[in-house]
């Protein structure tokens, strides 16, 4: 028997994400979770920044707020990571468009040399340089203590960054009762813990042909390929999740501009069988008919998936 999952429902102090009528509001901001994520690691990452720059000549002492820095002197702040980026969409420039004139294309990353990083706290907000910034990946809401000095233009030069680390981890009793029995008939007796199966990267209807891996997976999931021990170890996936480039990145757009006249002559009968697949949609379905059928599915688009543009939306 497969492992089976359960979605628990939702209670009045863990509310669903429906937003309904009653308490669809917009004055709710981001800014008030960053706060509180922001009073809760203060403590564990100035007990970590202190242990990490205690032996650091000058001395360098914590700075309460960010605002507080004085210039020139050595210290360590603690706050909240903001990425300022250019390139970002902004809800207000939408509104403000002009909705006669088509809108540019989205850029194919947000990322660019022009952004700035600023760290924030209750006080206000200060922008970090330096070096050292250079492939630390910082993203905003991140909590972290930066060790630097102010310099005459109001930035705050940064020589070592310190994290909160990892929250501490709670370990339950180890189970007692050993390896998983199998029964003489093949069926298992406990079948231990339950497993998501995560896969990506289908890419049905591009040019390298994926029917043999489509369909092995589909097997190996349902039950239908391998020995005992393969699937004895299937049956413990309760749920898959697909993340995205379900289809090709050119599967919808060959289907919606057609070929000239030169790749038609030089492909037989109009088009290349071994490259072509006719209908990417109605192969992804047939495939996910057959893994709905033992375990739920849920499909994330990617940039190739045919999809909104409104995300998230209410379940």
């Known amino acids: ?154 930035d705050f030069e940064v020589v070592d960054i310190c994290f909160s680390g990892l929250a501490p981890q709670a370990f339950g009793e180890e189970d007692q009762e050993g390896d998983m029995d199998v029964d003489m008939d093949g069926s298992s007796s406990s079948l231990g813990d339950e497993w998501i199966g995560v896969v990506s990267g289908l890419e049905i209807g591009s040019i390298r042909p994926t029917d043999a891996q489509l369909q092995m997976l589909t097997e190996y999931l349902t039950g239908e390929e391998g020995g005992e021990d393969d699937q004895l170890s299937a049956a413990k996936i309760s749920r898959l999740i697909i993340a995205g480039n379900s289809l090709a990145a050119g599967a919808l757009a060959d289907r919606i501009k057609p070929p000239s006249y030169a790749e038609r002559k030089a492909k037989k009968h109009g088009l290349d069988p071994t490259t072509f697949t006719p209908n990417p949609i109605y192969d992804l379905s047939a495939h996910l008919l057959d893994i709905a059928r033992v375990m739920p599915v849920h499909i994330l688009p990617g940039p190739g998936d045919p999809s909104g543009t409104i995300m998230p939306q209410q379940p």
């Open 1 to 154: 028997s497969r492992a089976s999952t359960t979605l628990l429902p939702s209670l009045e102090s863990t509310p669903s994400f429906l937003i309904t009528k009653a308490n669809r509001s917009y004055r709710h901001q981001y800014s008030n979770i960053y706060f509180i994520r922001l009073r809760a690691l203060r403590e564990f990452i100035e007990e970590k920044a202190h242990t990490r720059w205690k032996n650091v000549s000058g001395k360098p002492k914590l700075t309460p707020r960010v605002l507080e820095v004085k210039k020139a002197q050595l210290c360590y702040i603690i706050g909240t990571v903001y990425m300022e980026m250019p390139m970002k969409p902004n809800v207000m420039e939408d509104v403000a468009r002009d909705h006669s004139i088509p809108p540019p294309p989205p850029p194919a990353k947000f990322y660019s040399d022009n952004d700035c990083i600023m760290l924030e706290d209750e006080s206000g907000r200060i922008r970090l340089v330096g070096d050292v910034l250079k492939g630390k990946n910082l993203v905003t809401g991140v909590i972290i203590s930066a060790l630097g000095a102010e310099t005459p233009e109001g």
